[in-house]
């Protein structure tokens, strides 16, 4: 029932390029602001040694995949020495007695512990750099997920460019934020994955299917197999179809745009980076939600099982909207638009 949409102008053709491009330039942060995300965690992790022996803080997330924003929150993990998961730990009053010592912090303001969540945390407002944050325990599996993530970025400089386009697009059609019912940062970073994963000819390949010995290598994590493959130096040699895709940013953003309302079959299938072929939601018994994303590492996580239908609908008009939008040719790029950081 779509409309279909004119041809793309080559000059039209280059406004997409420009306005892909510049939601990286405009949001990225500079490497200063990368070290010193660096450098908060590193001065937290010595601040809390002092009460917690053997305690580590790492940082994952946007600060880490490749697609922060430079007003994105330090998402933090804490592991011990010589602990290897967290069912040695009694989480809720490490999380209590770690708030307490935070709140001694000269930089840290609004510390909340919230241990009633699936994953509990404490909740900080860094006041010198103006950054959020929080600590959850032995997020093992996001370490990893996140490390895939860079991975992906760094085969391809569109991977980031339209990782930052997904995110600011998903920003301003208030559709990009799961504690309000939406879904998170990651869910739509997986669906660009897919995407470019499922492109003809791809521009990424599955990282999770490449081995370099024939045989299945493992690297279990919480009961979860998160082996990929990252020698990417060696891509080349593993996926023959390396730098075959030529399309321009623009196109792609577009193409994805379609491809999430014309052509992927969202009823029939899973939106899952793990695998070439398609997997069926049949097959999952994930038939209830209309919108399935499984999560790479953890195969029963279905990052769109809190939406409801509602919701689903919302998401699905701004996709709808988004293709109208930007598959329809405008002459000139508006020099003055609303200023962007309204939406953070
Ligand atoms: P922002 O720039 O902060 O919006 P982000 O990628 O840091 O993007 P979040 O702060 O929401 O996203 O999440 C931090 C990391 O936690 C990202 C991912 O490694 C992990 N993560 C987030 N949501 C999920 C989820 N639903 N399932 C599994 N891992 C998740
Ligand atoms: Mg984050």
Known sequence: ELDPLPALTSNFRRIL???????????????????????????????????????????FGSSKNGFGFKQSDLDICMTFDGIENSEELDCIKTIEDLARL??????????????SAKVPIVKFYHARSG???????????????????????????RVKYLCYTMKIFTKICDIGDASRGSLSSY???????FFLQQRNPPVIPVLQEIYTDNVKSEVPVDG?????????????????????????????????????????????????????????????????KYI???????????????????????????????RLVFGTPVIEFPLEYPNIMEYF
């Open 292 to 322: 399935v994303i499984e999560d790479p590492f953890d195969l029963n996580h279905n990052l769109g099982a809190g939406l409801s239908r509602k919701m689903t609908n919302f998401i699905m008009k701004a996709f709808v909207n988004g």
């Open 224 to 288: 979860w197999n998160a082996y990929f493959f990252s020698k990417l130096d060696e891509l080349k040699t593993y996926w023959p179809e390396h730098g075959k895709n030529k399309e321009s940013l623009g196109e792609l953003w577009l193409g994805l745009l379609r491809y999430y309302t014309e052509d992927f079959d969202f009823k029939e299938h899973v939106i899952c980076i793990r695998r070439k072929s398609l997997l069926t939601t049949f097959k999952k018994q994930w038939t209830s």
């Open 17 to 59: 390029d420009h306005v892909c491009m510049q939601c990286y330039e405009d949001l990225s942060p500079t490497a200063v602001e990368d070290k010193a995300r660096e450098h908060i965690c590193k001065d937290l992790e010595v601040f809390i040694k002092r009460d917690f022996k053997g305690a580590r803080l790492r940082l």
């Open 131 to 157: 950054l959020e944050g929080d600590i959850s325990l032995y997020n093992t599996l996001a370490l990893h997920n996140t490390q895939l993530l860079a991975s992906y970025a760094a085969i391809d400089p």
């Open 102 to 115: 935070l709140r001694k912090h000269q930089d840290l303001r609004n510390i909340l512990p919230i241990t």
């Open 187 to 193: 869910a739509y970073t997986l669906m660009v994955l």
